[in-house]
């Protein structure tokens, strides 16, 4: 067994998380959140029981409740609208889709072409969007590229979605460029480090790996990307699992080697039933493939500050 370092939760997925619980602890249940708060079946269900009310829309919350807003974050439009059912909001957006919300705006107030690369219909990129759709167009991969149009080529940058594979972001770039030479690069990476480091995690086992388990949803565009990056980097072959009661015995058949890794949204507690679950089929020895130390931590939302752990 193989066991890639990091893995599973980031700074911005324990913050969120805490947030919510947080938010528990001091206004007492039911708190209501905007969509899931990070995209994981295990922690939005506990929560659910916990007495969190997860919707979709602010019109689903009563008037004067106390909302938390995702990780992902959310597009000014939808600030306002809580504001207007004077709902008590707490933020739970990561700084770092912050920082791409930030690079938007500017980008947009000196009126450039913003081709934003990421994944149609992600809460994430209709955030970010959202901070200037007149400015705004989504590049949903390198095939998407021959669509898109812009005003002035002079005055086009490209930004991203924080969990995207950076080799088929860099495709995407690359033939971006082909098309608008004097296309500017973002001030600074928009994929973040959780995702950059889980990726390279990755990479560096697969090619040694008959089967890679990636512990994640379906919904998890990073936990996604690390079974795409896992088969592109050599595993013969790879899997994504929400729980160990979803590991297939077939898929052990002649397996030798078994990579284990899992999304920024995704409690260790996870990876350990894997693991024992494996044990119970043999699978004992258990090596760390570490290629990066994470020791990132964001503070609270500022209102749950004093009630850090
Ligand atoms: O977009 C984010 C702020 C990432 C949050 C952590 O991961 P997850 O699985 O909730 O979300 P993605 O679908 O964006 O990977
Ligand atoms: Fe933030 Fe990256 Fe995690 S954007 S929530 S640190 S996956």
Known sequence: MLLAEPRGYCAGVDRAVETVEKALEKHGAPIYVRKEIVHNRHVVDTLAERGVVFVDETDEVPVGSVLVFSAHGVSPAVHDAAAAR??????ATCPLVTKVHQEAKRFARDDYDILLIGHEGHEEVEGTAGEAPDHV???DGPDAVDAVRVRDEAKVIWLSQTTLSVDETMETVDRLRKKFPLLQDPPSDDICYATQNRQVAVKAMAPECDLVI?????NS??????????LGAGAKAAYLVDYAREVDPAWLDGVETIGITSGASVPEILVRGVLDLLADSGYRDVQTVTTA?????FALPRELRAARR
């Open 86 to 91: 004077d709902l008590h909001t707490i933020d």
């Open 137 to 139: 167009q989504l590049v």
């Open 214 to 218: 990636v512990v994640g949803s379906r």
């Open 221 to 230: 565009s990073n936990s996604v990307r690390l079974v795409e990056v896992a």
């Open 293 to 297: 130390n994470e020791t990132l931590v």
